[in-house]
T-cell receptor
Framework: GQNIDQPTEMTATEGAIVQINCTYQTSGFNGLFWYQQHAGEAPTFLSY????GLEEKGRFSSFLSRSKGYSYLLLKELQMKDSASYLCAVRNRGSTLGRLYFGRGTQLTVWP | NAGVTQTPKFRVLKTGQSMTLLCAQD?????MYWYRQDPGMGLRLIHYSVGEGTTAKGEVPDGYNVSRLKKQNFLLGLESAAPSQTSVYFCASSPTGEGAVAKNIQYFGAGTRLSVL
């Protein structure tokens, strides 16, 4: 099966930088996704990594190391609206294309 | 832009009652999914479908049935609701195809909040 681990909660201050880590153990890795979910709302896609390295998209960046089974989501210049749950999800090669296995999510609270 | 639409948004059931949750997508996606989300448990896959007329079990399929009679619709049924099925249910869809990763992103509906008393 899949084993995806991420911290339950994190807090940070407005304007700061925060790094949310995700470790995974899976067979036939074929991509890692990050989703953002505000309270009471649907998850929305943030980023995707399939090769090692950093993917940057505005204030958000995501990093992947396949050999270490590790990813992180980096949020810069934090804003109050970034308070949300961040979900790490892994896709496997050989399983139904598109099927994702989600971690339990990291609840980020941004304080003024 | 409708995307993925779920109905109803809220529902309260008594133990033993049945109901059907409807998911509709207008993006012509082949794949559709039903998840449940419970506090501290993350998103868990109930059932999924890789195309019209096909369905498969996910991680937590017991107590649920699904049907995909039309490509754009994916129905989740509870035949005899139990308190353990109190949860928030999310439907998602994704396109298929190798190549561009963006084609496999899952798009979620707004969720159905179900309480079983």
């Amino acid at each position: 099966g899949q084993n995806i681990d991420q911290p339950t909660e994190m807090t940070a201050t407005e304007g700061a930088i925060v790094q949310i880590n995700c470790t995974y153990q899976t067979s036939g890795f074929n991509g890692l996704f990050w989703y953002q979910q505000h309270a009471g709302e649907a998850p929305t896609f943030l980023s995707y990594n399939v090769l090692d390295g950093l993917e940057e998209k505005g204030r958000f960046s995501s990093f992947l190391s396949r050999s270490k089974g590790y990813s992180y989501l980096l949020l810069k210049e934090l804003q109050m609206k970034d308070s949300a749950s961040y979900l790490c999800a892994v896709r496997n090669r050989g399983s139904t294309l598109g099927r994702l296995y989600f971690g339990r999510g990291t609840q980020l609270t941004v304080w003024p | 832009n409708a995307g993925v639409t779920q109905t109803p948004k809220f529902r309260v059931l008594k133990t033993g009652q049945s109901m059907t949750l409807l998911c509709a997508q207008d993006m012509n996606h082949e794949y559709m999914y039903w998840y449940r989300q419970d506090p501290g448990m993350g998103l868990r896959l109930i059932h999924y479908s890789v195309g019209e007329g096909t369905t498969a079990k996910g991680e937590v399929p017991d107590g649920y049935n699904v049907s995909r009679l039309k490509k754009q619709n994916f129905l989740l049924g509870l035949e005899s609701a139990a308190p353990s099925q109190t949860s928030v249910y999310f439907c998602a869809s994704s396109p298929t195809g190798e190549g561009a990763v963006a084609k496999n992103i899952q798009y979620f509906g707004a969720g159905t909040r179900l309480s079983v008393l």
